[in-house]
């Protein structure tokens, strides 16, 4: 399945000057284990290991009642210091399964030009088409889950989550919402764009994801209207992530069926159990500034600090398990599909 989304910065250009603009930043990353103060609160061992960027107030609880997150972060892997977003990408963590059935993590890499620790994520932020209203910014305690860890059929996949099998850095089509089938020569990106509507009032629901939806026809790109029940645009959120599989790319190591070796880290051998959770951060109005301004990659309205200075924010591993060695199962004993 070949899906076509303009979401590259090359793509954006080839459109009206100042027709889009957008914010695109590098996020280090923070952490990686076994936390989902979304899904599981206050479990310190959370089903499946993640990767978090963003502020240091990460902890297994992040309850919005007690916890600030702009005031209790003291500081962020991302280069836009204004944004202590937490977001942690349960997309982020693969597996490669060997022959013998042992697990091995696959490194993570930044994008070109960003040196951020680790590969963390890249990040977007784009407002509506300019001239065709506003954008309004998440407002505090905004939380939201795209995708399913138990979606295991392309048609329960919103098109908006794929892979990308770099054939050099700079791929950006032939996206496919399931793992791809041949080694990719520069390695594996994934994409998670969230849905750009919201319902205009509630935060975080139970399911952290009815407040949301994608444009009820047309897409984003194509400044497709919002639903009824979700009249309320907001920015697109998207997120790069890119695993380096090139270690794993001789064929002779990939399973005598035919099949593919990575999995994710909660067991999912198809990929079409990718998602994404967001818990919105900023500081006070920067972000609803910084979406008004139509600011393009560079924000000067914002307060950032070189990717160096993102990279020495980090926070301790609390579960503090061996993740990265030849793994005899999953962390967490997650089962593997059969
Ligand atoms: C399993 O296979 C991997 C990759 O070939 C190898 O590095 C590892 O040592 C093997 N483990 C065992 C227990 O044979």
Same mark, same amino acid.
């Given at each position: ?5 303009? &979401? ?36 310190? +061992?959370?089903?499946?290991? &993640?990767?978090?960027?963003? +502020? ?25 210091? *204004? ?61 939201? /889950?795209?995708?399913?860890? #138990? ?48 319902? +205009? #009032? ?5 399911? &952290? ?65 990718? &998602? ?30 070189? /990717? ?9 591993? /609390?579960?503090?398990?061996? /993740? *990265? +060695? ?13």
């Amino acid at each position: 399945m070949q899906l076509q989304l303009q &979401h590259t910065v090359a793509g954006l250009a080839l459109l009206a000057p100042g027709a889009l603009a957008l914010l695109r930043f590098s996020c280090s990353q923070l952490v990686v284990e076994r936390l989902d103060p979304l899904v599981t609160p206050g479990v310190t +061992g959370s089903p499946h290991v &993640h990767q978090i960027i963003g +502020g240091n107030s990460f902890r297994p609880s992040m309850d919005p009642g007690s916890l600030d997150i702009p005031t209790a972060s003291t500081c962020t892997t991302c280069t836009f210091a *204004d944004d202590f977003s937490n977001y942690w990408e349960q997309t982020a963590i693969l597996y490669f399964q060997a022959r013998n059935g042992t697990f091995k993590r696959v490194p993570q890499k930044p994008n070109v030009g960003f040196e951020a620790a680790k590969g963390g994520m890249t990040v977007y932020y784009t407002p509506v088409l300019s001239g065709q209203g506003k954008v309004t910014a998440f407002k505090p305690g905004f939380r939201m /889950i795209v995708g399913n860890p #138990v979606n295991r059929a392309a048609s329960d996949v919103p098109r908006q989550l794929t892979f990308t099998c770099l054939k050099d850095p700079y791929t950006r089509d032939g996206e496919t919402k399931d793992f791809p089938k041949q080694p990719c020569p520069a390695g594996i990106m994934v994409n998670v764009r969230f849905p750009t509507c919201w319902d +205009g #009032v509630t935060l975080d629901p139970p399911d &952290h994801q009815s407040h949301v939806a994608y444009p009820s026809s047309g897409t984003f790109e194509s400044n497709g209207p919002c639903p009824a029940s979700h009249p309320v645009k907001i920015p697109q959120l998207f997120y790069e992530v890119i695993f380096d599989t090139t270690p794993f790319n001789d064929k002779s190591l990939w399973p005598a069926d035919g099949s593919q070796p990575f999995v994710w880290s909660f067991g999912d051998k198809s990929g079409l159990g990718n &998602h994404g959770d967001y818990v919105f951060g900023w500081k006070g109005d920067a972000l609803q500034k910084a979406m008004d301004s139509n600011c393009n990659i560079n924000c000067p309205a914002l307060k950032s600090q070189s /990717i160096q200075q993102g990279n020495q924010c980090t926070v301790p591993d /609390i579960v503090g398990e061996d /993740i *990265d +060695g030849w793994l005899t199962e999953l962390p967490g004993g997650m089962p593997v599909d059969k």
